[in-house]
């Protein structure tokens, strides 16, 4: 059984003692076999971050997720089931996604208590040994790619950039649709990765040449590079592709490149 509690500094629900009962009824019918996820169901107050003080619906995961309605209740709680029901949706959404392995969840070892977060940032998916850093408070550095886009031909065209950052606690909207068209209000506070954008200056190439993870990371940390690679538009007086040579440095978070002759 998921337990129910009040957060009512007005006294609102003390007036509808039936209500409150119909709801804990109703949340545990429609969410009764998460009950082993599930911390207890909150109904009354709910301050998300520093915004107003909303009066709704929300659960306190076991795994440290808050999964919450935005959509308030009435003083007179005559929408409570839409709420609730609201509610159940997003969170069965979400279970699902654990499910299917699109969430990882573990022990965040700098607070020591278990967290929930996205296993994939954009089309990038963490392998393990990424998790085990993330979790451990880490920073990480990998290359993917952005989501493909529309370009000014209508072709779908992406492309490569360098991502350095770490896990923090970030708050997530639900407003997909269901498959009737059932506008799913609901949001959720979890962790998942925070992208640096001081590093995003620092691209994935140098003329033809790609850097690796190795060779960013030890950019990041301060080393100088030295670079061979050769020139995607300018020629030698053979007409082969001009070697380049170079420095690599980054620095006030930019490339600098001291080329060398």
């Known amino acids: 059984m998921i337990e129910l509690k009040q957060r009512d500094s007005q006294k609102r629900l003390e007036r509808y003692p039936e209500i409150t009962n119909e709801i804990k009824n109703f949340i545990n019918s429609q969410l009764n076999e998460f009950e082993d996820q599930i911390n207890y169901c909150v109904v009354g107050e709910f301050e998300e971050g520093n915004s107003p003080i909303d009066f709704t619906i929300n659960l306190y995961l076991k795994n440290g997720q808050l999964c919450y309605c935005k959509q308030p209740l009435e003083d007179d709680l005559s929408n409570w089931r839409e709420?609730?029901?609201?509610?159940?949706?997003?969170?069965?959404?979400?279970?699902?996604?654990?499910?299917?392995?699109?969430?990882?969840?573990?022990?965040?070892?700098?607070?020591?208590?278990?967290?929930?977060?996205?296993?994939?940032?954009?089309?990038?998916?963490?392998?393990?040994?990424?998790?085990?850093?993330?979790?451990?408070?880490?920073?990480?550095?990998?290359?993917?790619?952005?989501?493909?886009?529309?370009?000014?031909?209508?072709?779908?065209?992406?492309?490569?950039?360098?991502?350095?950052?770490?896990?923090?606690?970030?708050?997530?909207?639900?407003?997909?649709?269901?498959?009737?068209?059932?506008?799913?209000?609901?949001?959720?506070?979890?962790?998942?990765?925070?992208?640096?954008?001081?590093?995003?200056r620092l691209k994935p190439y140098l003329g033809n040449h790609r850097f690796t993870v190795e060779e960013i990371t030890r950019l990041i940390k301060g080393e100088t590079l030295y670079i061979e690679t050769t020139s995607k538009t300018k020629v030698n007086s053979k007409g082969l592709p001009l070697v380049i040579k170079a420095n690599v440095k980054f620095e006030n978070f930019d490339l600098k490149i001291d080329w060398v002759k």
Do not use: H
């Not at 020591?112 to 085990?132: M, Q």
């Not at 993917?144 to 529309?150: K, Y």
């Open 83 to 200: 709420v609730a029901l609201q509610l159940c949706l997003g969170y069965r959404s979400a279970a699902e996604n654990v499910r299917e392995k699109q969430l990882e969840e573990g022990l965040y070892v700098p607070l020591k208590r278990r967290i929930i977060f996205d296993r994939l940032y954009g089309t990038y998916r963490f392998n393990d040994d990424e998790v085990e850093k993330l979790l451990n408070g880490d920073t990480i550095v990998f290359i993917t790619d952005t989501l493909p886009r529309e370009d000014e031909g209508g072709d779908s065209s992406s492309y490569k950039y360098v991502a350095v950052g770490k896990l923090e606690q970030c708050d997530y909207e639900g407003d997909d649709k269901d498959e009737n068209q059932f506008v799913v209000l609901v949001g959720f506070r979890r962790w998942g990765f925070k992208r640096d954008m001081r590093y995003n």
